[in-house]
């Protein structure tokens, strides 16, 4: 199941388009020309998306899984391990040649 989550890094005041743009799986440039063509002429107060910044929760670090964020998994954890191996591999070959 998608949550609505506030975007840590498609984020131009507080991230709700962009959030809102990754739940729907827009584009965040449509999503915040139709948030400004709603809020200039009156439609939409200002403090609709006051009260979404407040309401929607912050996008959470790490992998977002069914647990709504609260365990971390860091996703470069195995490529790094990967990398530090291939690196002492290739240390160890390198001091042999000489």
């Known amino acids: 199941m998608r949550k609505l989550y506030r975007s840590r890094n498609d984020r131009f005041f507080a991230g709700v388009c962009g959030g809102i ?5 827009m584009d965040s440039a449509l999503v915040r020309l139709i948030a400004f ?8 107060s200002i ?6 910044a407040i309401i929607i929760p912050n996008e959470p670090l790490g992998r977002i899984d069914e647990s709504y964020g609260e365990k971390y998994s860091d996703p470069f954890k195995d490529s790094y391990d990967n990398f530090r191996d291939e690196y002492e591999r290739q240390k160890n070959n390198d001091e042999d040649f000489y």
């Open 37 to 44: 063509l709603l809020i200039v002429p009156g439609g939409l």
């Open 21 to 25: 743009a990754k739940y729907l799986g």
């Open 47 to 52: 403090w609709v998306y006051i009260a979404l």
